[in-house]
């Protein structure tokens, strides 16, 4: 499909309500090429969206716009944003500067990838089954953190835990930093730029270590959708199989858990490629509600068991 033209000053002038510029915008959506799963489904969605960012109102109320006239600035503020996202391909969550996950709002921008993780349905339920009782869990870490809303969701749920949530890329600690401070979990969570857990070797040991890291490899970074490739790299790609991150978390995992701790990871497609790399690892796929079952968890006693000769393996920078 290739792109459709530019709306005519002709063909705009025609908008007048709301509603008639939502109609408007998805058709021209549908008629382009953009690719939906950047915490949005599909054009509504993302329509409804740029909407609230041009009229201020929020997501339930914006049903009072539906059969009003938009003002000018109203008007003129949906086209352009629009427009930029049919014809550069910016993620709606970057033209908004949020997203939401979990209920919860994340400021986003360039700096990190746009929450989308499998691990909102885990956290809840699926995951604290593997563990002691809720309040007993102490020490939980977030690996490969970005915006940092998993290791908010983390310290939500697990209200009696320090959080350690690490990243690579300095930028998207800045951004991590602004949505501790706004969830208000500055105390409990402590940000750490370092590769995979290293600034973390040799200290407490940990209940829980969850991770969203980069694991698409280099070629099927290759073929992403354009507005992928508006998200830092790093967010995605891990070397030529995927696993470059992987291999060290789980290095490191085999030092830093506790004896009853556990290991949990997203790892996109790189199921089968998980197998075939550590054959005699015991991994359990955890259900998710689309099918695709792509989080992995591994218990501590099996990690030592299968894995890893040297502790110190996978230490980084
Ligand atoms: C897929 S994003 C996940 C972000 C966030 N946890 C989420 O679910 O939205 C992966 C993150 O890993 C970071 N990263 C890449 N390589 C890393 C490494 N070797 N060590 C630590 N973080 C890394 C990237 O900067 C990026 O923020």
């Known amino acids: 499909m290739s792109a459709p033209s530019r709306p005519t000053p002709a063909q705009t002038a025609r908008l007048r309500t709301g509603g008639d510029h939502l109609r408007f915008a998805n058709k021209l959506l549908q008629a382009s090429d953009v690719a939906y799963g950047q915490g949005f489904l599909d054009e509504q969605e993302e329509s409804l969206t740029l909407m609230g960012a041009a009229t201020g109102l929020a997501w339930e109320k914006l049903p ?15 086209l352009a944003l629009l427009e930029r996202r049919v014809f550069e391909r910016i993620p709606t969550a970057y033209l908004v500067g949020e997203a939401w996950l979990g209920g919860l709002r994340f400021r986003v921008d360039e700096r ?6 499998y691990f ?30 998993l290791a908010i969701l983390l310290a939500k749920r697990f209200p009696q835990a320090k959080v350690d949530a690490t990243d690579l890329s300095a930028p ?34 940990f209940d829980l270590i969850l991770s969203n ?21 790093n967010s995605l790609v891990s070397g ?27 790892v996109g497609g790189l199921r089968d490629a998980m197998h075939q790399a550590w054959p005699k690892l ?36």
């Open 213 to 233: 890291p980069p694991y698409e490899p280099e070629g099927i970074y290759r073929r992403l959708p354009a507005e992928f490739k508006k998200e830092p790299k």
């Open 282 to 317: 015991p991994m359990l796929w955890l259900p998710t509600a689309d099918g695709l079952d792509c989080v992995v968890l591994i218990q501590a006693a099996d990690l030592r068991a299968a894995l890893v000769k040297s502790p110190r393996a996978g230490r980084g920078r």
């Open 120 to 149: 909102v349905e885990l956290i809840p339920e699926a995951i604290p089954r593997w563990l002691p009782p809720i309040e007993q869990v102490k020490r939980v870490a977030d690996v490969c953190t970005g915006s940092g809303c």
């Open 112 to 117: 990190v990838i746009v929450p989308r993780s």
């Open 64 to 78: 009072q716009c539906f059969e009003r006239a938009l003002k000018p600035a109203e008007k003129a503020k949906f």
């Open 240 to 266: 030529k199989d995927g696993l470059d991150v992987i291999r060290k978390l789980l290095a490191q995992a085999t030092e830093l858990l506790q004896p009853h701790g556990v290991l949990v990871i997203e």
């Open 172 to 205: 998207a600690l800045e951004v991590a930093k602004l949505n501790v401070a706004d969830h208000g979990e500055a105390k409990r969570i402590q940000l750490h730029e370092t590769d995979t857990m290293t600034a973390l070797l040799g200290g407490p040991k």
